[in-house]
């Protein structure tokens, strides 16, 4: 093989490292984040404050181990607003011919569904058929809740996908230059995002502007992130981009399974990585009423933070590397200079 030719394939096979290392990583990520669900303290309740109700939590809760957290609570009214507020996700109404089970499928989907598995044979004991009861239900065009999740994942490529651009093509341009045309990509894609979720596919009926103003600020909080590491990581920009805000961001954002039906390190994650500030913080916001919405933004607002943190960071290292070439172009130059003499 001739050395030209043994040169090109190294060359080739280097770059193939990162494709590889991409699929290793989504498959940990999604296969580990994804695989085998099961409830984990989920928090749920039985209405009623006798000691029926008591009993039943009780037993359910014994049955049921740490996959629940069940607690009792007085009324129908106030397991409607638990689960407006989230503290549970489905409420056992039990009745001898009616027995009821009430949900927030805006919330979680999936979780709704886990709840009823649970409920069902507990009706099915009293001799009853369980009647299912949507408190929180999620747009008409977005039957299963998810819609807040895709968009999530269009603003995360479209965020991601501009830092390779701004760092790649961009790269001569100083940070300053590169910094505005982050926070203006951000706006571009953050309007995109918002239109299509809106006017578009309809998955959003109300709160839009909230909606544009959550997206705004995780996208800015990506795209600024991203460029700042660029000075950093260089070609592996796109891998730890996607590490970041694909392989941990996606599966911890509570998109797909909430983290009470998730293993130890993505419930930890989604206490305060960016996608799911994002993804909880819309649902709040058009569906909840607003409650938690507060803690969502801060998650938000801390991670643009850091990206304005990380930006600094390069700025500092870019300028020291400028001053360190000048002075040995100027060395350089009082080298020839003398040589000359």
């Known amino acids: 093989m001739r050395p030209a030719t043994r040169s090109a394939l190294r060359h080739v096979l280097t770059h193939l490292l990162t494709p590889l290392l991409m699929c290793v990583g989504m498959g940990l990520a999604y296969l580990g984040a994804f695989a085998q669900p099961a409830p ?177 600020i995780y996208s800015a909080g990506v795209l600024f992130v991203g460029t700042g590491l660029h000075t950093f990581l260089k070609r592996w920009t796109t891998l730890g981009v996607m590490v970041l805000f694909v392989m941990l961001n996606f599966t911890s954002s509570g998109g797909v399974f909430r983290p009470e039906l998730q293993n130890g390190f993505f419930r930890w994650l989604h206490g305060f990585w960016n996608g799911a500030g994002f993804v909880e913080g819309t649902r709040s916001h058009v569906y909840f009423g607003g409650n938690g919405l507060g803690g969502h933004v801060g998650t938000l607002v801390a991670w643009l933070a850091v990206g304005l943190v990380v930006l600094g960071a390069a700025w500092a290292v870019e300028r020291r590397g400028r001053a360190v070439a000048a002075k040995a172009a100027e060395a350089e130059e009082e080298m020839e200079e003398a040589v000359g003499v």
């Open 40 to 216: 984990h303290e989920l928090p749920v309740a039985v209405v009623g404050s006798g000691p029926r109700a008591e009993h039943l939590a009780a037993a359910i809760g014994e049955k049921a181990g740490d996959k629940l957290s069940v607690r009792t609570v007085a009324d129908r009214d106030a397991a409607v607003r638990a689960l407006e507020h989230q503290d549970v996700f489905g409420a056992y109404v039990p009745d001898r011919r009616a027995p009821e089970l009430l949900v927030a499928t805006a919330g979680s989907d999936t979780t709704a569904s886990a709840v009823q598995k649970v409920f069902t044979p507990v009706a099915a004991r009293q001799g009853a058929p369980l009647k299912v009861t949507d408190v929180v239900p999620p747009a008409e065009d977005d039957p299963t809740g998810q819609g807040i999740f895709f968009l999530l994942v269009a603003l995360s490529i479209g965020s991601y996908a501009s830092v390779a651009v701004i760092g790649g093509a961009g790269g001569a341009l100083p940070l300053k230059v590169r910094a505005a045309l982050a926070a203006a990509v951000s706006l571009v894609v953050s309007l995109i995002g918002t239109a299509l979720a809106g006017p578009v596919f309809h998955l959003v009926e109300h709160g839009l502007w909230g909606t544009w103003g959550l997206a705004w």
